[in-house]
């Protein structure tokens, strides 16, 4: 079955640092670029990183410095490390994976930063 399955989601103290991991299979891992997104209430889904078929990676201003994505092509996953955590990073967070030809969304998974 082609599909991404993130998990690792969890409520978190400001200051925290939380891992997200997303699990791939079904489909060639190697050639497709990963990419994480979140969405919280009320606003459009925003792209927070992108690391390419090399391991080129990129950050949305919002998290540069305090996010790291890392892929691990033995056990096909995706990983987020997110450092510093603020309550602005609350939202869902969506693991894709996109090629020439397919573009794959996982289920999401929930990151609540709270005092």
């Known amino acids: 079955q082609v599909q991404v399955v993130e998990s690792g989601g969890d409520l978190v103290q400001p200051g925290s640092s939380l891992r997200l991991s997303c699990a791939a299979s079904?489909?060639?891992?190697?050639?497709?670029?990963m990419r994480w997104y979140r969405q919280a209430p009320g606003r459009e889904r925003e792209l927070v990183a992108t690391?390419?078929?090399?391991?080129?990676?990129t950050y949305a201003d919002s998290v540069k410095g305090r996010f790291a994505i890392s892929r691990h092509a033995a056990n096909q996953t995706v990983t987020l490390q997110m450092n510093s955590l603020v309550s602005e990073d609350t939202a869902v967070y969506f693991c894709?994976?996109?090629?020439?030809?397919?573009?794959?969304w996982g289920q999401g998974t929930q990151v609540t930063v709270s005092s």
């Open positions: 894709n994976a996109r090629s020439l030809t397919r573009d794959i």
């Open positions: 079904g489909f060639t891992f190697t050639v497709f670029t």
């Open positions: 690391i390419g078929r090399n391991g080129e990676t």
